[in-house]
């Protein structure tokens, strides 16, 4: 079965800092990997997604993912964290030949000024 | 586009109730996603349509958990009775094209059973 981990339940990054939130993957197949951002009290929002081609997908608000075959990672990137990156980070997998996503258990980033 | 939406934003309800929670999807999207989100279990996907039609419910935590889609326009989430266990934030997400690839999500219900 698809899954994904996040082995981090929180990140602490000062601001102006790179940040990095780890994710790693097991699937059968080819891997549709997906990063989403949840703010308090609010719906998750799409960042990124990796589905074929260059290994290093960038995204919304200046994120960035590197993927990574060889360690079955998705790491999600930024060069240098905002204390408004502070926020609930989700990594998803597609299931296998279904058309639904499986999240991880979420890695919360804090940004301190 | 208003985006997908929800509705109440908060529903508190005591032990054996009724409850519905309503999702509008945004317009012209096919896939609408019913999910979960619990501190302890995370967030869990109850059931999927796709043009309407439920394609998978094997999340829906039991038989007081029912989803409907009478239109393209308009899915509820009904429990039957409630239970305090029941109690968590609960998702609407709709997409185009193949369903999975960029959900968007709106701002959630927050169920308290009581």
């Known amino acids: 079965a698809q899954s994904v981990a996040q082995p981090e339940d929180q990140v602490n990054v000062a601001e102006g800092n790179p940040l990095t939130v780890k994710c790693t993957y097991s699937?059968?197949?080819?891997?549709?990997l997906f990063w989403y951002v949840q703010y308090p009290n609010r719906g998750l929002q799409f960042l990124l997604k990796?589905?074929?081609?260059?290994?290093l997908v960038k995204g919304s608000y200046g994120f960035e993912a590197e993927f990574n075959k060889s360690q079955t990672s998705f790491h999600l990137k930024k060069p240098s964290a905002l204390v408004s990156d502070s926020a609930l980070y989700f990594c998803?997998?597609?299931?296998?030949?279904?058309?639904?996503?499986?999240f991880g258990a979420g890695t919360r980033l804090a940004v301190h000024p | 586009d208003a985006g997908v939406i929800q509705s109440p934003r908060h529903e508190v309800t005591e032990m054996g109730q009724e409850v519905t929670l309503r999702c509008k999807p945004i317009?012209?999207?096919?896939?609408l996603f019913w999910y979960r989100q619990t501190m302890m279990r995370g967030l869990e996907l109850l059931i999927y349509f796709n043009n309407n039609v439920p394609i998978d419910d094997s999340g829906m935590p039991e038989d007081r958990f029912s989803a409907k889609m009478p239109n393209a326009s308009f899915s509820t989430l009904k429990i039957q009775p409630s239970e305090p266990r029941d109690s968590a934030v609960y998702f609407c997400?709709?997409?185009?094209?193949?369903?999975?690839?960029?959900?968007?999500f709106g701002s959630g219900t927050q169920l308290s059973v009581l």
């Open positions: 699937v059968s197949g080819n891997p549709y």
């Open positions: 998803a997998v597609r299931d296998n030949g279904y058309n639904k996503l499986i």
């Open positions: 317009s012209g999207h096919d896939y």
């Open positions: 990796y589905i074929t081609g260059d290994n």
């Open positions: 997400a709709s997409s185009a094209g193949t369903g999975s690839e960029k959900l968007f």
